[in-house]
Nanobody, 114 residues
């Protein structure tokens, strides 16, 4: 079955960096566009970044553009999210997925605070 396992979250100071990883299984990873989402309690889940099957095409939400970098390794079935210049408003649980239709993983908590 389709499964996503996110990791790499934690506590970071404003201006700091974190790198998230997500290992996917249960489908042909190299044939799927991948996305990172985040959710704050009480708010809707939002997409923050997407990457094409080859990794050559990326898109970002305005709120993270030029601070976050999405990448992937099709040999490892893994998608990454490099988060730089973190802000308190980046605090959320982060998830990866192909889109909105597959089951969600447990996510990884990112907290940005001094």
């Amino acid at each position: 079955q389709v499964q996503f396992v996110e990791s790499g979250g934690g506590l970071a100071q404003p201006g700091g960096s974190l790198r998230l990883s997500c290992v996917a299984s249960g489908f042909t990873f190299s044939q799927s566009q991948m996305r990172w989402f985040r959710q704050v309690p009480g708010k809707e889940r939002e997409m923050v970044a997407s990457i094409s099957r080859t990794g050559l095409g990326t898109n970002y939400a305005d709120s993270v553009n030029r601070r976050f970098i999405i990448s992937r390794d099709n040999n490892l079935n893994t998608v990454y999210l490099q988060m730089n210049n973190l802000k308190p408003e980046d605090t959320a649980v982060y998830y990866c997925n192909t889109g909105w239709d597959n089951p969600w993983g447990q996510g990884t908590q990112v907290t940005v605070s001094s």
